[in-house]
């Protein structure tokens, strides 16, 4: 038999539900906020990455999976959003048709690292971003209509965490006094750090190894190094959320995988998944439009892991799937062929049904119909096709009433609407 290949995953039911149900309130938290859906594909030119988010993060290094498409051209499977909708963005012009633009994207970014809990090589984001806005209110914006959402999903515990990565003007002094403190001490830091150290030391910060951790737990702060305009500018974001009330604390260790961010950069992280902590990050990345060709437009945006807020979503509510409203149990041929015709009428109505065509025993059926925790039952056999009436049984109270069948199709569907039964 041929398996998944390994660090990818079905998603199957009942878990689907709970995708679902985020992707919903997503969608309509942010349609709230002005945000329109974009569906840019999931292959692009290896270019755009490599330029976007770096030649020295882990992504572009050792992540993406990239392989020759036609003529010269390499080809990627995206591992974040952001570049594409940038790309997207320039490509069609959208600055043109309004200033500011909003979009969200939904769906499945790859990267090839050691596949663990809450680690896939295949995940999935949803993805905020903004463009054309440069103001304070807009960090503070995002971040609260990011804290709300997962309020919507009664999701607790959270924390933001902020930072603020400054801009072309004020980085480069932090950088050279990054880069001469590590210098001194290389012997503690991994490969990887020791071969970025010249070309990016900020990545440093962002390694998860502990000897690495321990090398830059003494490391210089950007926010110590931020000119005027950063500093009012960060100022602004933390003084408008706490007017909002949005909790957050200020984490100088921040400075995400990606290289393109500036100013405000943000975290949001729980205590409920483990190593895996990070359930969405996000930031300004105001030169990226025009590094990526298009005019100079400040940005800002955030993507969602989904893959762990979903996993956060059953460990609170763990019976999320619902069952069947009603669950029809035909008893005999003449009841199948009544039924065939009902279940598809309901369903068409708007009510969830389910029937169970095998011809066994009444208990076998009712058994199943618990199983699948079916809200009501409508049981049809020879004694009720005589009367005219079938049994419509509550599973939860276990009331039963008759319901004429001349009219069962409307019966049903008002008594289960009215959730009388
Ligand atoms: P981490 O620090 O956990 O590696 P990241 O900084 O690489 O995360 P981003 O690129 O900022 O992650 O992506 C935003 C969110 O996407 C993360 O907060 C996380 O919830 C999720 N995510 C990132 N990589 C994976 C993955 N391999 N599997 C599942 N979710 C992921
Ligand atoms: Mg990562």
């Given at each position: 038999m041929i398996q998944l290949v390994r660090g990818f995953r079905d998603i199957l039911p009942p878990e689907t539900s709970v995708w679902q149900y985020v992707e919903s309130i997503a969608k309509e938290h942010f349609e709230n906020f002005g945000f329109r859906e974009m569906r840019p594909p999931v292959l692009e030119q290896a270019a755009l990455f490599q330029r976007s988010i770096g030649e020295h993060t882990d992504i572009v290094e050792k992540e993406m999976y990239t392989f020759a498409g036609s003529k010269d051209t390499m080809l990627t499977l995206r591992p974040e959003a952001t570049a594409s909708v940038v790309r997207a963005y320039i490509q069609h012009k959208l600055y043109s048709v309004d200033p500011i633009c909003k979009f969200y994207t939904?769906?499945?970014?790859?990267?090839?690292?050691?596949?663990?809990?809450?680690?896939?090589?295949?995940?999935?984001?949803?993805?905020?971003?903004?463009?054309?806005?440069?103001?304070?209110?807009?960090?503070?914006?995002?971040?609260?209509?990011?804290?709300?959402?997962?309020?919507?999903?009664?999701?607790?515990?959270?924390?933001?965490?902020?930072n603020s990565l400054g801009c072309p003007e004020c980085r480069p002094a932090f950088r050279q006094n990054l880069s001469d403190m590590l210098s001194a001490r290389t012997e503690k830091l991994c490969e990887d750090c020791v071969r970025r150290l010249d070309k990016n030391p900020l990545r440093v910060l962002d390694c998860k190894k502990e000897s690495c951790r321990e090398a830059v737990a003494d490391a210089p702060s950007m926010i110590d190094f931020l000119c005027g305009d950063c500093k009012r500018h960060f100022a602004a974001v933390q003084s408008v959320l706490d007017r909002m009330d949005v909790p957050f604390e200020i984490d100088t260790g921040l400075?995400?995988?990606?290289?393109?961010?500036?100013?405000?950069?943000?975290?949001?992280?729980?205590?409920?998944?483990?190593?895996?902590?990070a359930v969405a990050g996000g930031g300004r990345y105001d030169n990226l439009v025009e590094m990526l060709g298009g005019p100079s437009q400040p940005a800002i945006g955030f993507a969602v892991g989904v893959d762990r807020l979903v996993e956060l979503v059953e460990a609170k509510f763990p019976a999320f799937d619902a069952g069947p409203d009603v669950f029809f149990v035909p008893m005999g041929d003449a009841a199948m062929e009544m039924v065939a015709q009902w279940v598809c009428r309901l369903a068409d109505a708007g009510i969830r049904t389910e029937a169970d065509f095998s011809g066994r025993s009444l208990k076998a059926l009712m058994r199943r119909a618990d199983r699948m925790e079916a809200k009501n039952v409508l049981i049809v056999g020879d004694k009720e096709i005589a009367e005219n009436e079938a049994v419509l049984r509550n599973m939860k109270t276990r009331d039963q009433v008759g319901v004429p069948m001349d009219r069962l199709v409307d019966t049903v569907r008002e008594k289960v609407a009215r959730e009388e039964f």
């Open positions: 939904i769906g499945p970014m790859f990267r090839k690292e050691r596949p663990q809990k809450g680690r896939y090589r295949q995940f999935h984001q949803i993805n905020a971003e903004v463009f054309g806005v440069d103001s304070p209110y807009m960090d503070a914006q995002l971040i609260f209509m990011l804290m709300t959402y997962f309020a919507r999903l009664s999701i607790t515990g959270l924390r933001a965490h902020l400075v995400r995988g990606l290289d393109y961010y500036t100013r405000t950069a943000f975290e949001i992280q729980t205590e409920e998944l483990g190593a895996q902590n």
